[in-house]
């Protein structure tokens, strides 16, 4: 499978901002859609991820109760809707596919940038 993260932007402090991953083709029920980002200078980190199956999701502690990650099986379709950003959160974001929170993915997608302005 292939994956193509969109939606990045220049967003103010406060502000909102969705990204989506989309998949090339069908994804198994076992595979975990996982959203990563990395700041300059600093190393990729996990962010949020959904469970393709049953939908169960888990978040970084730095973003629960700010993101929420759903996913849109019809359309192959995984969103990361961003709320009360901060400029912390900037940077560019990956979506992969393959088990939760691990770096060690299956498929990384290209990254979409965020920068949240102060």
């Known amino acids: 499978v292939q994956l193509q993260a969109f939606g990045g932007g220049l967003v103010q402090a406060g502000g909102f901002l969705r990204v989506s991953c989309s998949a090339s083709?069908?994804?198994?029920?076992?595979?975990?859609i996982n959203w990563f980002r990395q700041a300059p200078g600093k190393e990729r980190e996990f962010v949020a991820a959904i469970r393709w199956g049953y939908g169960t999701t888990v978040y970084a502690d730095s973003v629960k109760g700010r993101f929420t990650i759903s996913r849109d099986k019809a359309n192959k379709i995984v969103d990361l809707q961003m709320n009360s950003l901060k400029p912390e959160d900037t940077a560019v974001y990956y979506c992969?596919?393959?088990?939760?929170?691990?770096?060690?993915?299956?498929?990384w997608g290209q990254g979409t940038q965020l920068t949240v302005s102060s």
């Open positions: 992969a596919a393959g088990q939760v929170a691990t770096l060690r993915q299956n498929t």
């Open positions: 083709e069908r994804i198994l029920s076992s595979t975990a």
